[in-house]
C-alpha cells in the first residue's frame, strides 16, 4: 500500500482510464475525490467500489469548463479534507475536426478542458498541498505529437498540457511537488470492447501493439500509481509512454513481429 | 418558465439560431447542431434539472418535440 493514507483527486473518474485510475489509488490505500460531469450512476458505482476497498469515496461534480465550477470543488475538498495529496487530471474531451474546419468554439472546448483545467486545478491543489509536497499527475495522448485524423484540437491541447506539466514541474520543484504525465495510444474501453465483439472476438490490426494486446485502463493506472508513489521521486515533468511500443514502430507489423 | 421554454432557451443560446426556426419538428440537422452543440446542450440541460440524460438516448431522438417530451418524462421519473 505505497498511498495510504493519501487524499487524491481524480478528475473525470466516472468511468474509462479515470475510474481505473481512481480504484487503483484506493487499492494503493488513499481516500479517492472522484469528479465527474455528466455519468453520476457511474460515479456513484466508482465510489462503491473504491469502498469496498476499505477506503473513502467522495463524489463531486463540476464542470471543469468552468474556473467557478473548479472553485467550488476545491473549496468542498478544503472544507471535507483540509488537504490534498495528489491531483490526476484525467477528465478531458474535444472534437473531431481537421485543422480547416476547427472553428474557435471547437478549439476553446478543447483546451479549455485539456489544458486551462489542468492549470486552474493545479494552482488550486498545490494551495491544498502545502508544506507537505505532493503529486500531481496529468493524463495525455501520443496524438500530443503524433499527427492522428481529425485530432488537431484534442492533440494541441495534450501539447500544451504536456508543456505545462514541465514548467509546473520545475516551478513546484522546491515545494516538494512532483509534477509529471502519462500518454497512452488507444486504449480498449468499453466502447472499443463493444466493436470488437460486434467484429468477431478479433482485436482490429489497427489497435494492436507490438506487446500483442491493446493498452488497457489498468495499464495507464498502474503507471499513475507509480508515479504517486516515493519511489517515483526523481522523476519531473516527465510524459511516460504506455502504449506497447507503439510509437516506436509506427508501420504495420505482424505477428510474427516483421 | 414551462420546460419546454427552458430547453428552447438553452438551444437557441448554444446553438445560436433563431427562435422562429425552432419548432418541435426541427431536426438537429435543421438546426446545424454539431456534436459540440449537443454535448453543451446535455451538459446544460442536466445542470438545470440535475438529471442525467444518456447520449444512447438521444441518439433516438428524432426532433425538438421529441426531445422536451423525452426531458419532461425524465422529470416527470425523478420527482
Known sequence: MRLKGKIALVTGSSRGIGRAIALKLAEEGADVIVNFLRHRQGAEETARDIEKLGVNAQI???????????????????????????????????????????????????????????????????????????KIVSISSLGSFFVLPDYVAVGVSKAALEALTRYLAIELAPKGICVNAVAASAVLTEAIKFFIKEQGGQTPSWQMTPAGRMVT???????????????????RGRTIIVDGGTSLAPFKFTDEGG | MSVEDTIKGIVIKIVRCDKKILTPDSTWQDLKADSLDMVQILIAIEEKYDIEVPDEDVQEIKNFGEFVAYIEGRLAKKS
Open chain 1, 217 to 235: 485502463p489498468e495499464d495507464v493506472a498502474n503507471v499513475v500509481a507509480f508515479l504517486c508513489s516515493e519511489e517515483a521521486y526523481m522523476i
Open chain 1, 60 to 134: 463531486i461534480k463540476a464542470n471543469l469548463v468552468e474556473p467557478e465550477k473548479i472553485d467550488a470543488m476545491f473549496e468542498t475538498i478544503a472544507s471535507n479534507y483540509g488537504r490534498l495529496d495528489i491531483l490526476v487530471n484525467n477528465a478531458a474531451s474535444g472534437v473531431a475536426r481537421s485543422a480547416l474546419d476547427l472553428d474557435t468554439r471547437g478549439w476553446e472546448w478543447a483546451m479549455d478542458i485539456n489544458a486551462r483545467a489542468f492549470l486552474l486545478c493545479a494552482q488550486r491543489a498545490v494551495k491544498l498541498m502545502g508544506e507537505r509536497g505532493g
